[in-house]
Nanobody, 124 residues
Framework: QVQLVESGGGLVQAGGSLRLSCVSS????????MGWFRQAPGKEREFVAA????????YYADSVKGRFTISRDNAKNTVYLQMNTLKPEDTAVYYC?????????????????WGQGTQVTVSS
């Protein structure tokens, strides 16, 4: 079992930065593909970024490419999402997720474990 807890959300002005963290308790995250998703009010939960288990491959939604960076520290059981040049449309609850597979997938249905989410609000 994996329990995921996100932190680092908050209120920031457009153009600012935030760094989200997701700490896992229970099993090590090294066996999981780790991803970030977000859900804005009235919208579906959408893929943001994912990183594979050990080859360093990263995947991003087009809307965040070049602005967000996902990283992971397996020794600390932690995955991060560095968010730069934030825009009001980035406002959402951000969720960390773990997928017990070796193939990176970008659909929310593929992920097995989820955190409770952290709110990110970007003001214009």
């Amino acid at each position: 079992q994996v329990q995921l807890v996100e932190s680092g959300g908050g209120l920031v002005q457009a153009g600012g930065s935030l760094r989200l963290s997701c700490v896992s308790s229970g099993r090590t995250i090294s066996r999981y593909v780790m991803g970030w998703f977000r859900q804005a009010p009235g919208k579906e939960r959408e893929f943001v970024a994912a990183k594979d288990r050990s080859y360093g491959r990263t995947y991003y939604a087009d809307s965040v490419k070049g602005r967000f960076t996902i990283s992971r520290d397996n020794a600390k059981n932690t995955v991060y999402l560095q968010m730069n040049t934030l825009k009001p449309e980035d406002t959402a609850v951000y969720y960390c997720a773990a997928d017990d597979t070796i193939v990176v997938r970008t659909t929310k249905e593929a992920y097995d474990y989820w955190g409770q989410g952290t709110q990110v609000t970007v003001s214009s």
